[in-house]
Nanobody, 119 residues
Framework: QVQLVESGGGLVQPGGSLRLSCAAS????????MSWHRQAPGKEREWVAT???????NYADSMKGRFTISRDDAKNTAYLQINSLKPEDTAGYYC?????????????WGQGTQVTVSA
């Protein structure tokens, strides 16, 4: 019954911005580290950013500056703000939760939301 649902993707022009959401159900994300990954067509999935349960953030070097990960535990939702979008940002964006449940660390993935950057 644990589920992560991404939303907020779509078609955007270069230079535009998007705010992706990852809504969790079946568990409370306040005890979980949340991450975003992306996968472009024909390429391997790459890590974008992580935010810990204490709101500490880490970013892939190539993502620093234009990407901001955040969380709202009251809404049980994590976010990824992307600014100055480039065509090379076109990818499926996936949310991941690393949750401690009953003393066990479990990883959950969402189904992804598509971001397409094109004029």
């Amino acid at each position: 019954q644990v589920q992560l649902v991404e939303s907020g993707g779509g078609l955007v022009q270069p230079g535009g911005s998007l705010r992706l959401s990852c809504a969790a159900s079946g568990f409370a994300i306040r005890t979980a580290a949340m991450s975003w990954h992306r996968q472009a067509p024909g390429k391997e999935r790459e890590w974008v950013a992580t935010i810990s349960n204490q709101a500490n953030t880490n970013y892939a070097d190539s993502m620093k500056g234009r990407f901001t990960i955040s969380r709202d535990d009251a809404k049980n939702t994590a976010y990824l703000q992307i600014n100055s979008l480039k065509p090379e940002d076109t990818a499926g964006y996936y949310c991941k939760a690393l949750s401690l449940t009953m003393g066990r660390v479990t990883t959950y993935w969402g189904q992804g939301t598509q971001v397409t950057v094109s004029a």
